[in-house]
């Protein structure tokens, strides 16, 4: 599996695309956190009673309100290990790994 390289300063001078710190804002106070570039975890999604556009309830849960309120909501949920975004659509996931490549998807482990 190949990843692409990415830009150093947005990873805090690493040069390994698939891990880097990242320094996600918020207002609370949040677990150390890792980064995982161009991946994402299949399966191993929290159920939160979240429902689709006809009322029926989905078994996973999407968030919608940006990456600090993803990551808040899963250091506040006992289950929820990482967030698995493409920049739009936030996912909670009861597990940080096995990570898949998928281009324009990243997971952000909390370490906790």
């Known amino acids: 599996m190949s990843h692409k390289p990415v830009d150093n300063e947005a990873t805090d001078g690493k040069t390994d695309a698939t891990e880097a710190e990242a320094d996600v804002p918020s207002t609370g106070t949040l677990e150390p956190q890792r980064l995982y570039l161009s991946c994402d975890i299949e399966g191993h999604d929290i159920d939160c009673g979240n429902k689709d556009y006809t009322g029926n309830k989905v078994p996973y849960c999407q968030l919608n309100n940006g990456l600090p309120a993803a990551v808040k909501a899963c250091s506040r949920n006992k289950d929820c290990k990482a967030?698995?975004?493409?920049?739009?659509?936030?996912?909670?996931k009861s597990k940080s790994a096995p990570c898949q490549y998928r281009e324009g998807w990243m997971v952000v482990a909390l370490d906790k």
């Open 83 to 92: 967030v698995v975004t493409d920049n739009y659509n936030f996912y909670l």
